[in-house]
T-cell receptor, first 116, second 110 residues
Framework: DTGVSQNPRHKITKRGQNVTFRCDPISEHNRLYWYRQTLGQGPEFLTYFQNEAQLEKSRLLSDRFSAERPKGSFSTLEIQRTEQGDSAMYLC??????????????FGEGSRLTVL | ELKVEQNPLFLSMQEGKNYTIYCNYSTTSDRLYWYRQDPGKSLESLFVLLSNGAVKQEGRLMASLDTKARLSTLHITAAVHDLSATYFCAVDSGTYKYIFGTGTRLKVLA
């Protein structure tokens, strides 16, 4: 296993279009996180899953954003009716379940979204 | 709500010098993580600090945690150019949600 994988790595879209990002976590990790990072800022928490259950969502996640993790494996983050303010790097991370490991998050390379 | 602050936000230092980056957080937590991010890249884990008094060292970097003061430090010894990057601390909020600091952009000058 080579780590957390995200695709596409870059996405350029026009305002109003829908986009979807995919994240494949490390195989034995049952917790999966989505973060958003804009230039010069730290990662902002969006949501996280334990297996297929979405346990917490940030208030940053408007109704235009939806995340899923069917069958507790890969996850998708969809943004509907994109706005220029959605332009950011979308980071996915995974970790082992609560009682195992150190709680360290392992990040993917990110998906950079540019909304024109 | 948990808030995590780092200072300084920007740090420009000469090679060979020592410096410390500070990470303060607002609510009780005994798990703190340090990450490095190079421009245009993702985050790389540096240190995992899991208890009060924990100290970890790797090369020229040393991290410590004081949970009573809600403070972690990342100390740089004899800086080299390769350490130029942005450094983030992250705190486990207790509900498995990790809150990241504002980041410290470090530039080491030759």
């Amino acid at each position: 296993d080579t780590g957390v994988s995200q695709n596409p790595r870059h996405k350029i879209t026009k305002r109003g279009q829908n986009v979807t990002f995919r994240c494949d976590p490390i195989s034995e990790h049952n917790r999966l996180y989505w973060y958003r990072q804009t230039l010069g800022q730290g990662p902002e928490f969006l949501t996280y899953f334990q297996n297929e259950a979405q346990l917490e969502k940030s208030r940053l996640l408007s109704d235009r954003f939806s995340a899923e993790r069917p069958k507790g494996s890969f996850s998708t983050l969809e943004i509907q009716r994109t706005e220029q303010g959605d332009s950011a790097m979308y980071l996915c991370a995974s970790r082992m379940s609560g009682g195992l490991g150190t709680g360290e998050l392992f990040f993917g390379e990110g998906s950079r979204l540019t909304v024109l | 709500e948990l808030k995590v602050e780092q200072n300084p936000l920007f740090l420009s230092m000469q090679e060979g010098k020592n410096y410390t980056i500070y990470c303060n957080y607002s609510t009780t937590s005994d798990r703190l993580y340090w990450y490095r991010q190079d421009p245009g890249k993702s985050l790389e884990s540096l240190f995992v600090l899991l208890s009060n008094g924990a100290v970890k060292q790797e090369g020229r970097l040393m991290a410590s945690l004081d949970t009573k003061a809600r403070l972690s430090t990342l100390h740089i010894t004899a800086a080299v150019h390769d350490l130029s990057a942005t450094y983030f601390c992250a705190v486990d909020s207790g509900t498995y949600k990790y809150i990241f600091g504002t980041g410290t952009r470090l530039k080491v000058l030759a």
